[in-house]
Nanobody, 121 residues
């Protein structure tokens, strides 16, 4: 089994910073892509930032210049440093990863349970 466990959410004032972490664990052979999506109240889940399966990075335009995604491959962990936070960044942030499990020939997409980020004005 594979688990994605997020941490680092919380309440912060506008202009503040938070750092999210997501650790993947289980019978992992390889991680093809990994990143962060977010879902604000009443809205669809959308990409915030991710590493693609080619190792490139995608950011949503709304977070470019403020958010930085990074990873520690040895720990199967991805981070999201969020600076200059705005009230519109308020959302549940979900970790997402495309993982090939040991003994399997097809990779699957996994989601974490989400961590709440609230930015007050």
């Amino acid at each position: 089994q594979v688990r994605l466990v997020e941490s680092g959410g919380g309440l912060v004032q506008a202009g503040g910073s938070l750092r999210l972490s997501c650790a993947a664990s289980g019978s992992i052979c390889s991680i093809n892509a990994m990143g962060w999506y977010r879902q604000a109240p009443g809205k669809q889940r959308e990409l915030a930032a991710r590493f693609t399966d080619r190792g490139t990075i995608n950011y949503d335009d709304s977070v470019k210049g403020r958010f930085t995604i990074s990873r520690d491959n040895a720990k199967n962990t991805v981070y999201l440093q969020m600076n200059s936070l705005k009230p519109e960044d308020t959302a549940v942030y979900y970790c997402n990863a495309n993982i090939l499990r040991s003994g399997f020939s097809v990779s699957l997409t996994y989601w974490g349970h989400g961590t709440q980020v609230t930015v007050s004005s």
